[in-house]
């Protein structure tokens, strides 16, 4: 038996081995970030440590802990904007911009899957938080994310479901992040990353010449 930190190098180092060219990792950063071959690492914050612990538990201290002890330059924050922590969008892109030790900051909004409806945001929320996250922008705060896409994320009109990623778990194989299994809730997708690479390979031109604007300086 292994810890979770162990799981995780295996498969970054099966990753790279069966020919993946670049390998992202999620986590919720409560263990050690460290995970061995993994190029692109995202770590989960939603909002001041306040905000934070009442959305996840009681975990914004020990994230930073573990962010400052690893002095790898391929940490990035994640954060899921939603009803709760839509006023912390400045927190943690300050947080990114501040700790050495973090690249940039990336968001979400919140999917409404079975029983989280309420978190989610209205279009007009989603509007000035887009608004909100291009201002930061333009101010060079460190953000990883394209905002060529927002108009699309604002009123979910990217195409979906998105075939260019798939999930694998326990033998069973989805679509993109399982949206694809709960009826209409791709209409609903908030996966920034979903809309920007459906975009992308649909040959949007804006969004192309976005997405290498904004990778070169974070990858």
């Known amino acids: 038996m292994g810890d979770q930190r162990t799981y995780h190098k295996r498969d970054c180092c099966t990753s790279k081995k069966i ?27 939603d909002g001041s440590p306040e905000i934070h612990d009442s959305i996840r538990g009681t975990s914004y201290q020990k ?14 924050i994640f ?7 839509k006023n912390e969008i400045s927190s943690v892109c300050e947080l990114a911009r501040d700790e050495t030790n973090i690249k940039a900051v990336s968001f979400n909004f919140h999917t409404p899957y079975v029983g989280t409806e309420a978190l989610s945001l209205s279009v007009s929320e989603k509007e000035e938080c887009c608004k909100e996250i291009e201002n930061l922008i333009k101010k060079k705060v460190p953000v990883f994310n394209l905002k060529s896409v927002f108009p699309y994320l604002v009123h979910n009109s990217f195409p979906t479901p998105c075939h260019q990623c798939v999930v694998v778990e326990n033998g069973k194989v989805w679509t993109c992040g399982r949206c694809i299994d709960v009826p209409g809730l791709c209409d609903k997708c908030g996966y920034f990353f979903a809309a ?13 010449f976005d997405m290498l604007n904004t990778y070169l300086k974070y990858i």
């Open 196 to 208: 920007e690479y459906a975009l992308l390979f649909q040959g949007n031109v804006k969004v192309i």
């Open 79 to 85: 954060m899921e904007i939603n009803r709760i922590n």
């Open 19 to 45: 020919g993946f060219v670049y390998v992202a990792l999620a986590t919720n950063g409560t263990i050690d970030i460290d995970y061995g071959k993994a190029d692109f690492i995202l770590i989960s914050v």
């Open 63 to 76: 994230i930073i802990e573990n962010i400052r002890k690893n002095p790898s330059d391929n940490k990035f």
